[in-house]
């Protein structure tokens, strides 16, 4: 592998010896804001180191998350961790007096919650892709496909305002950066969030009214064009 | 309270996702009922208590139902007093979680195809991508008898499959991944995760698993070829 330059071994050093909280970023990763999301909310000061992911990768990137190489990775006194909802539950549990606190306290709905993310994890962000990426039946599968995780999540939101409840909580941090993808994949798939899904639609428009959130998340104009930029990268049409 | 309401656990004799769940009630002291459940002709109980995913294990405590193997583990350590399924400190609890995580993302296909896909060159990457994770996971056990230490816990739980199953799907399918002389720590730890008492109440024996792999072996090779042709083809 090429050597590190002067300044990813800086970077590098830097890191594992810094105090406090640097997140491994990519200005255009939902997965990525969640944690900056959450961060935000709790008011703990973090480091955002920008990632050069298309190109190649730092060391500190790839000493960080060696499992998967991508961000988000966030580093606690030199430590890291990997898998943005495993850093949410890091954050809830490494900072237990910061509020607001993402998950409920009852058992139940801390389940509930985690099952929603994971849900969110599963079917919207591998679905979206494969709306771009392909063409014809393959497209139309994940048009179909889309559409449905976007009603459960629009059902199971109901007339809530949070998916939390009447508090911001976890499954709202873990969908909410992916509706800036929702504009591209509307265009790919030919259809309407806010004719299929009036709810969601209201309830993104309610979560981006969070400073929060209107801080972090990107303009779905720049994900639509980054998404073009990536459909070259790939060799898409 | 809460505590004392009944718990159910609807699931199949051999699923390792089913057995996480029963393994996690079992370590924590929680009695149950299994409710077996027949998956070529699901029940009304499951679907209405899993009408989104439609699969086993679902937890029922009282009213409450909870799916997914990963969540219903944290449920139990959480609703129920107990020696505790994941680590205290923050830290070892992240890590534990990735690992677990782990599994699912990146080991359930690659695992999938490098049993079931006909020999040649695909099947032979996928053996190669799943013992490079098993590379990563013996890596994890460093020495320790069990992933958190000295004592059985949530991710030993989560890896169960690594433990057992894989040990039935090599002798029906005659992959090797395990290999006589790889992975000694994982064998060691399959050992004593299998041997422990709580464990042993809920694992299936694994003749019972190769006779089940070995009845499905011909429709699980005809699924798997057809899905990776049917992938490419998109």
Redesign the interface.
Known sequence: SVPASPKQRKDRIMAGEKKGLVLLDFWVSPFAQRCRIALAEKGLACESLEQELLGDKSDLLLGSNPVHKKVPVLLHDGRAVCESLVILEYIEDAFPGAAPRLLPADPHARAQARFWADYVDKRVYSCGTRLWKLKGEGRAAARAEMLETLRTLDAELGDRAFFGGEAFGFVDVALIPLTSWFYSYEKHGGFSVEEECPGLAEWARRCGERESVAKVLTPPEEVHDFICLLKKHYGVE | GKMAEPVKLIGTLASPFVHRAAAALRLKGVPYELILEDLQSKSELLLKHNP?HQKVPVVL?GD?A???S???M??ID??FDGPPLLPTD??D??TA??WA??LEQ?CSRPFWLAMWLDAGEEQKGFVKEMKENLA?LEGQLQGKKFFGGDSIGYLDVAACGSAHWIYAFEEVTGVSLMGENEFPALRRWGKEYTENESVKECLPARVQLVALFSAMKDKYKMITNGMLHQKKN?
């Open positions: 989104i405590h409450r909870i799916c997914e990963l969540v219903i944290e449920y959480e609703a923050p830290y609890r992240a979680r990735f995580q782990f990146k990563l998109n």
